[in-house]
């Protein structure tokens, strides 16, 4: 099963197991020039790591990342980046009774139906582990496209019933990591961390959502169709574990609005250009980038593991059986999600700006020119 | 700009713009010895094509498809199949106002911004005429994936504000060619039928949705986490022209329920093996198909070209302009969108069925044995 | 079967079979703003088409094509461009002798073998008829290559044992196009032509070799290790029909070379930059261009299908045949080899051009201004 | 820069440089069931490392390597396999003169002038140590082709004017691991020896070529005619560090044989099929394997590091100078670039046995059925 590679250009590549070994992820594609630093990528990582909180699983990762090629003297060398994470909490004793009898709604039967086998180990593969290693990426992206003017953050804006209020960028920027549901609205993270407790107190989970955007993205990314901007964008975060929903712009809405009320009208900005005076298309008109900030909403069910008695069936022993899963689970995804969602939408960004020519792929401007062959005229840096 | 293929093994790569001389698709990756005509495929591009009925473009496009190679004595030979279909009725001339002032949320600028040119008439590349190339491949899959049992139907399920209540995927497959809308419901069918002509009389357009299912579909297929079989039909949905929004299983809703609420307990199936009690998941479990069926919706935006009057800004006269877009415009997309969507399905499903070694990338059985070498011990259909 | 498509952003992807209704190609990547006609491509496959010499196939195929999609006014849009050339001179009969009695080397046993049927008529799929597509991909590639400042050119430098002297880059351009044999050095062709004529005479068949160069070509393309420019011309050149050697520099003659007789010494150009003193190295190292020409040979084994007599196995009747090919047959193919093997060091080096950053993947330059976005910002052009 | 993956289906990612901290790899794509260990892989890198003789690097790499993933209980879970490999012994101070002085015909300057910037230590990504993770995931491969039947071999059949003798396959099994030289011919390996001592001791270097055999592979393999079997081995061998020409079944020599000395004519084998009287074609025909052996050539030139003095041109202070190259050199590399050349051909194979549906991707059959879910209906090894 191939699966573990995303971006046409900036190219990652993952391997890892929940209780195996390591994790670890190759990125290729980075243009040389880029300073670089293994605290650029763990701040991200401690914003997703286990143990943050009541409300995330308690199991004691430390993932620190260790850079093992493609950084020289602080700065990337456009050759590939390689990453490795240390597993060091693993506890797979809890999971033996569900070796041959699958937990409920999780991936235990799909990859044993599969391959004949699975590293059952808290989920093995298909753990939500494995998005360590794209936080790890979605690093190096982040720091590529800020040196462009491109910004982007997520918050949760659902957890049950309760929804935040409409919040703006700065907003979310400002507020969405003071609180550990990480919604920018304190008065419902408030609620919502309430309504968390009580699931959890139930020895049951809940679901949410996860609104994302991006500022300063330049007209033009995209390669319609199959590869338009929203294309890349729904297979990046449906790749996200446990999403059961996609939504740009309006998403779903979409279905109750007339064309008069969602086009939105064309007028000049102050340089003279054509713009529109609303985004109600979410920043991608045919496939393609607008220029208007990219907004969207990701769904996440309720985590799968939970202490509450489910009904399992042993392919082994041909036995119905009621069984509680006793792990160190979260009781709701989105809140670790926010910077997993984070750095898919980077990783897709910058590959289309190394795509649409935007980003030089072999270097960009940072680095001191120790090495430099700055002057020679094939440079393209200097034409 | 890339974007024109689709599928890892069975690829499909296309051409063409609305009002150029001809549409076009190569499909590589079909196993020989798969019966093929040009009437397989022309059953389902008649299902897409304009002037249909009342809430469809009035352009007259016979789409006659021609398949120029790939096929022999009525059976594919295992090559690539090149199809082309000439455009006929292009009216090129109504679309002149709109050189340099954008139509409101169409891809006009985003077009025109990134290539600094683009082919203007009927919306060029960008105009959804390009799906007559993917109803076309598709056409092929579905054939592919008859054979192996599997079968897919979608429907529309809403337009505006008008829902249909659920419908089985019996009685999908049964009504929901009945009408001109798509509709498997007879009763909400024709309440659609009136809401669009209302619209169309004003002038405007109207949103609506898609809701797709596949039977069928062994345990196995999809390849966590980057390219799932949610993900992927994430991409391919998302590809779809207007399309806003992808959910699959409870969609967006997940984010309300339980993790109770939402696991499907296991019990047996008759033959003694694991099965889910419910199918809240949606036929998908960590990202790999269960053998339940996979189920899903589409939210497509209401059509931007409307006659209503919209705002626009001339890039080349510096002057804001009150337009109407006159042109042949459905004034709602998902009926035409429904053979679509069931393209998108197949597509994704047959290159899953390749990809996990469920189908002979080689050849298939249905042809007769006139160059046969079947008894060549090299041949993997002897084994 | 896949292997149909070449190149990672300027994407070709092909079909048709020798007997069959039309060849065909899809061009994506290929920016915007490039001039170009139907007579650009033309003036290639003239050079490649049957029956432009006695030492060429009698076949007459007048190799028309007609350009689908991806040009307005003249100019290139960014999007796909569909190209189709129709088959017209097809005599299918002359192979009916070997549908089940394969032709000694030729593809008509694996092919037979892999999918249990083939389109028999003149080879099909394994055809070297497909190369038209290629030619015409490459006739692109060249216009865009030129622009650069990239020139490209072969000629056949050995035919047998008959093999011509060097001769310089100017030399071949002057005067590869002069001879029937397509050799640069007169005296050698004349020498070639001589020795086919004896070959085809005795109804038989004979090998030979072309050298490519191309020059103008920066300094850092390709993308080492798997894709280095070596490696990926290796594909190219491999890919070829008939092709049974790859040589790039110093090529087979490196093994007996010592490390300082092959190293080339470093000196500084006029403009103080360094430039290595000789180019034994071939233009790429470490996989990577230097900025020296590039150059190298392709060895073409003698065309299988010959009128002699030869053995053959009736896999239906399982007896032994003597037979003769008698189809319409160049007696050797380097001739008509030459604009193919330019066509693929053409999409090579496109490619790469496109991969590092040289060639702006949305558009070039040359188009007017008409329907121009030049001003905006967000246009990388007015960076 | 990409360049670091190699397979469609049997897919290897690589990182690390010569002198970093470690060298790394992931194969995904590798079915579940095989069983592998450590061990398996060490074997093979213990053939390639430095400091096995006095015709290598005294380098003193022990290369352990260390798998982080996809194994559970000793076999193959289906998933990316993580391997990494220490590096121990980098002196880079040896380096320092040619930090922007290039040596000769080494990848220093193309490199330089593509990134503004390399990791100059030891050749850092440009240097063979690269080679290290493909004779890993070779290892891998060929335990997949093993139970499929398939051998290969590679053996050093010149060095410098020194060439070996034509060796059966079975005496290249034999004797090839005998000698330093890896030559399968005793007397002629003696000789190769003084050969390279000469040359060691005057300081300079020498090149050679390597032949390579597969056994066993059967008919079909290959994507005529982008990806024909042929293609592909080209790309893979022109990969491989130093190599400067390709070739297979007669190579270079097929220029100078007529269609009927190498049409190899068809008889019946002991089983009634048609099956080659001879193997002049190298085992593929048509691009695709024709069930014969698959043969051919790949030439190394000479090292570039020699202690010999040479002229480079220092960029920075615009100096020419006269440098030795100190480091630790290998005087010739085809002896350790066997195993290489092995790696690169079993990984071409493996990922065909896949494409062509001769390997089941989910899983082959090793392992012990503790969580086998055999009795599936949906598993295909019960259809």
Chains 1, 2, 3, 4 share one sequence.
């Not at 059961?244 to 279905?255: I, K, S, V, Y």
């Not at 270097?363 to 440079?379: F, I, K, L």
């Amino acid at each position: 099963m191939n699966g573990n590679r995303f971006g046409r250009l900036f190219q990652v590549t993952t391997f890892g197991e929940s209780h195996g070994e390591a994790m670890g992820c190759t990125i290729s594609g980075c243009p040389a020039g880029l300073e670089l630093t293994a605290e650029d990528i763990q701040a991200d990582l401690d914003r997703r790591k286990p143990g943050q909180s009541m409300i995330t699983t308690s199991r004691g990762e430390p993932d620190d990342v260790s850079i093992k090629s493609g950084i020289q003297d602080g700065y990337t060398t456009g050759t590939p980046i390689g990453l490795v994470i240390q597993n060091k909490d693993a506890r797979s004793g809890k999971y033996e009774p569900f070796i041959t009898a699958p937990r409920p709604s999780h991936g235990d039967f799909t990859y044993s139906a599969k391959f004949g086998t699975r590293n059952w180990g808290g989920g093995g593969r298909s753990s939500a582990r494995e998005t360590v290693n794209w936080v790890a990426a979605g690093a190096v992206a982040k720091k590529l496209l800020a040196r462009e003017g491109i910004e982007l953050k997520a918050h949760v804006n659902q957890i049950g019933d309760i929804e935040a209020p409409e919040v703006s960028f700065e907003e979310i920027k400002a507020h969405s990591e003071e609180n550990d549901v990480r919604c920018a609205h304190p008065e419902t993270a408030d609620e919502m961390q309430e309504l968390i407790a009580d699931y959890q107190e139930e020895g049951d989970s809940i679901g949410g959502s996860i609104y994302f955007e991006a500022q300063g993205v330049p007209v033009g990314l995209g390669a319609p169709r199959f590869d338009s901007l929203s294309a890349r964008l729904g297979q990046a975060m449906m790749a996200v574990p446990a999403t059961t929903a996609f939504e740009f712009g309006l998403g779903r809405e979409a279905r109750e609005w007339t064309g008069k009320e969602r086009n939105d009208d064309w007028e000049f900005d102050e340089d003279g250009n054509p713009t529109p005076v609303e985004n109600d298309h979410g920043g991608i008109q045919g496939g393609i980038s607008s220029g208007e900030p990219i907004y969207g909403e990701v769904t996440l069910h309720a985590p799968t593991s939970i202490p509450k008695s489910q009904q399992t069936a042993d392919w082994e022993t041909g036995e119905l059986k009621e069984e509680k899963v006793i792990g160190r689970h979260d009781p709701v995804l989105p809140p670790r999600g926010v910077p997993v969602v984070e750095a898919m939408l980077a990783l897709t960004l910058v590959d289309f700006m190394l795509l649409s020519g935007r980003l030089n792929p072999d270097r960009v401007d940072d680095q001191p020119g120790t090495y430099d062959t700055d002057y020679h005229p094939s440079n393209p840096r200097n034409e």
